[in-house]
């Protein structure tokens, strides 16, 4: 199976070289940076110069991208170079306009579409821990199942493409939410002299207890939030795709709405290639 995958980022990267690991026929990579992409040449990957060359002859694309607009650019160029009976495996996260555009775009083309973002961030990405949400056809998550088995420990197979984008946003809200109201606490922790760490061993092991608590709040208590794990500039897009997602139901989601404003404000405050727990900065600026 000839696998492969446009965009190298904090996700792409890492994930490509898990697909590499399991020795597919060929893994080619392209990102719109090449120089991001070149380290993937000693691990096993064909890195190309164009979209067209990185899947001409594939079985398989995998997407991971930015954000909707990226995609859809993107896809633009690959869609048309896509040869009969190869899956487009979209595991950005888009949110639901433009998934439903990319769902148009590869039923225009006859392409096969697989909707699977994934949970998780940089670590479990480049430990092949990541939770695969895969939505589409069976046949196609069946053959992607190697790919699905080397970068994630877990794949939920949920329906019609679509589904897997419905649950992300589901699963992001409460991980966003999660991380603001950590902020918070952790910022009336320092107003009222109590240490962060503190609060964080007080709740380690019992049933307040969460692992990711326990890693951004190390990260807010030390204010070390580089290298990011999961950079603040995406989680900040991804409580805007969930506010929108809400918005056509009419539903308003007021702890959403600020959870989404304070990462924007810390966003704009210069932090949004740290790691997203970098959101505290917005609560409690530095001492």
Same mark, same amino acid.
């Given at each position: ?15 490509a070289?898990r697909?590499?690991?399991?020795a ?8 719109r ?5 070149e ?6 990957? *064909? *890195? ?6 990185a ?6 694309? *995998? ?9 859809? =650019?993107?896809?633009?160029? #690959?869609?048309?170079?896509?040869? =009969? ?7 950005s ?12 775009r590869?039923?225009?083309r ?23 949400? #895969? ?10 199942g ?37 902020? =918070?606490?952790?910022?009336?922790? =320092? ?9 964080l ?17 190390? !990260? ?15 989680a ?11 918005a ?32 505290? !900065? ?6």
């Amino acid at each position: 199976m000839k696998v492969s995958i446009l965009g190298t980022g904090t996700m792409g990267a890492p994930m490509a070289r898990r697909i590499a690991e399991r020795a597919f026929g060929e893994v080619t990579v392209w990102n719109r940076t090449r120089e991001k992409a070149e380290p993937l040449a000693g691990a096993g990957c *064909v *890195v190309a110069g164009t979209v067209a060359d990185a899947i001409s002859g594939a079985d398989a694309v *995998v997407v991971m991208l930015t954000d909707g607009d990226a995609v859809l =650019e993107v896809l633009g160029e #690959a869609l048309p170079a896509m040869g =009969e009976g190869a899956i487009l495996v979209q595991a950005s996260t888009v949110g639901l306009d433009a998934t439903e555009a990319i769902a148009l775009r590869t039923a225009e083309r006859g392409i096969t579409l697989l909707d699977a973002p994934v949970i998780g961030s940089r670590e479990p990405a480049e430990n092949g821990q990541l939770v695969v949400l #895969a939505s589409g056809p069976d046949e196609a998550i069946d053959r992607c199942g190697g790919i699905f088995e080397a970068i994630g420990r877990q794949t939920h197979r949920l329906g019609e493409a679509g589904a897997g984008t419905r649950l992300k946003l589901v699963v992001n809200t409460w991980i966003v939410s999660m991380t603001e109201s950590l902020a =918070e606490t952790l910022a009336l922790a =320092e107003s009222l002299g109590v240490e962060p760490s503190q609060f964080l061993d007080t709740i380690r092991g019992g049933p307040l207890d969460a692992k990711y608590a326990q890693a951004k709040g190390g !990260l807010m208590a030390s204010r070390e939030f580089e290298p990011a794990s999961f950079a603040l500039s995406l989680a900040a897009k991804d409580a805007r795709l969930a506010l929108a997602a809400a918005a056509r139901s009419d539903l308003e989601l007021p702890v959403l709405d600020t959870v989404s404003r304070q990462m924007a404000d810390a966003v704009d405050a210069g932090h949004g290639d740290k790691d997203m727990a970098a959101t505290f !900065l917005s609560s409690c600026p530095a001492p």
